[in-house]
């Protein structure tokens, strides 16, 4: 069936290579209009390979890359694909070739939530409490690692969290604290979690003008689904 866009969607797949910010809700096409702008470009003549597309889980990833082979397979005949990768898949491969110059080494472990949960659990059993219950430890575990993950999903530094005045305050300080710990646990092992991968790429990219203008050279679109 021939995909015919709507007038948004037109607008947004014919708009020149300048940066856009577009809203759109659940249901209204975005994946099909990311594909459609993707090809149009490269029909106008970007090359494939200069081309990024980023989304945030592998099934989604993976569907990009079957659709834009679908619509491109003059180019996939010729070995020649858009470059498609998820956020910690991109932030993976900055890390692995310029991490040195924030303290990731090239060959760096990245566990899984198993290994993450385990190292939250030694966290929480090398800590002292005051307001919070240690009865039921699991559950401390799993909010310690939430909090992790919030915090940086957002670039916060556990060690910046404050004791406050009241009882939820206390206990976030402490779960912040776990975190805290948690971290250096990761630090001596020389292990990285998927949260790291974002957070580590981030400080790369803002402290290092040099590997933010290599990256940019190489490529002429991004388009980044759900950022």
């Known amino acids: 069936m021939t995909f015919v866009p709507s007038s948004e969607q037109a607008a947004i797949i014919n708009a020149p290579l300048a940066p856009l910010r577009v809203a759109a809700g659940a249901g209204t096409g975005k994946t099909t209009t990311i594909v459609e702008r993707l090809v149009r470009v490269i029909n106008d003549g970007v090359v494939p390979e200069r081309a990024l597309g980023l989304t945030f889980s592998n099934k989604a990833a993976e569907e990009l890359t079957d659709r834009l082979r679908e619509r491109l397979p003059e180019f996939v005949a010729e070995g020649r694909d858009v470059e498609v990768n998820t956020y910690h898949g991109f932030a993976y491969n900055i890390l692995r070739e310029f991490g040195a110059l924030v303290d990731v ?123």
């Open 105 to 227: 080494e090239r060959d760096s472990r990245i566990i899984g939530p198993g290994f993450t949960i385990g190292l939250y659990d030694r966290a929480v059993r090398t800590g002292s409490y005051s307001a919070l219950d240690l009865t039921a430890p699991l559950k401390r575990v799993r909010e310690a690692a939430q909090l992790g993950q919030q915090l940086a999903g957002n670039l916060v530094d556990p060690a910046t969290i404050t004791p406050g005045s009241d009882e939820v305050a206390a206990k976030r300080y402490e779960l912040a604290g776990i975190v805290a710990r948690y971290q250096s646990i990761k630090r001596d092992l020389g292990v990285l979690d998927y949260s790291d991968l974002i957070a580590k790429a981030h400080s790369l990219v803002t402290s290092y003008t040099d590997v933010v203008t290599s990256i940019r050279e190489r490529y002429d679109t991004a388009l980044l689904d759900e950022y």
